[in-house]
């Protein structure tokens, strides 16, 4: 009966581990995609800074206006779901206490940009507006895109919803050096890309106003950059060990102490 429950636990692991490697890796290409389209459209025009420019940008180009509405950012922030879970399983008896505080974070994270993200309501708005006959109507729904502007920007989900995510990362990789689960270049890989890109939420934000100073532009250039490659290696190492674990044959493994043991 043992033996059987062991085979159970050992498959629904060896799923999750598969499930989480497959994460990580659409995670990485999801990123490097993103820079594919948002830099040769930064280059070839910033984002809009008011409403209508929005919908003109919906209008023309609605990939570019998702993109630097986040869209990459959504399905990250969802991957990262499966990703953290299976991460924590890997993780073990090891860090424990901390790598449940980083579950937390990821999922609140998750919740809170997903909620505040204006992507699609965005898109959505920009296509009423293109079909609008009266002024009153177009008056009104650029009123609704600008309350839209304002509340996603108030309520400060976007500045705290990812940051969240990077922040559990950054614990998790953190908890990655004590552990044998993950290489030690794994892990200072999250804590230099990962911190990196925490370190630059104070003088970023996800707002098109953009840095007032040259510091501020360095800073954020240098974070952003080092921070996004870091991260970058980050989810490749960890979605190939993953899936190296969902590999294993048998019933445990050896950085993960059995359940019910303790140490």
């Known amino acids: 009966m043992n033996d059987v429950m062991s085979e159970k636990m050992g498959s629904i692991r060896n799923s999750l581990f598969r499930i989480g490697g497959v994460a990580g890796l659409i995670c990485a290409l999801v990123y490097v ?4 389209v948002y830099l040769p459209a930064y280059r070839a025009a910033p984002p809009p800074a008011t409403v209508f420019e929005w919908f003109t940008l919906f209008r023309t180009n609605p990939v570019t206006g998702l993109f630097f509405l986040g869209l990459a950012d959504i399905v990250i922030m969802i991957l990262w779901g499966p990703l953290s879970l299976a991460i924590y399983d ?3 008896q090891s860090g424990k206490t901390w790598a449940r505080i980083a579950i937390a974070f990821v999922f609140v994270g998750i919740a809170v940009y997903l909620a505040t993200n204006m992507a699609f309501s965005m898109l959505s708005l920009s296509h009423k507006y293109a079909v609008a006959v009266t002024e009153t109507e177009k ?3 650029l009123a609704a895109g600008q309350a839209l502007v304002s509340i ?5 989900g976007q500045y705290t919803g990812m940051p969240l995510v990077w922040l559990a990362g950054l ?3 953190v908890v990655m050096l004590r552990n044998n689960a993950f290489s030690k270049s794994t892990a200072w890989a999250g804590i230099l890309g990962l911190g990196l890109l925490v370190a ?4 970023a934000g996800y707002t098109t106003t953009g840095p007032t100073t040259t510091f501020v532009k360095v800073f954020i250039a240098v974070t952003y950059i080092g921070g996004g490659l870091l991260s970058l290696a980050w989810y490749i190492q960890v979605g190939f060990k993953l899936l190296k674990l969902g590999q294993r044959k048998g019933k445990t493994y050896p950085h993960v102490v059995p359940f019910g043991r303790k140490l």
């Open 171 to 173: 614990i998790f990789s």
């Open 90 to 92: 890997a993780l073990g």
């Open 33 to 36: 995609i993103s820079l594919g």
């Open 139 to 141: 008056t009104a729904i």
């Open 152 to 156: 996603s920007e108030g309520t400060g």
């Open 200 to 203: 630059s939420m104070p003088f």
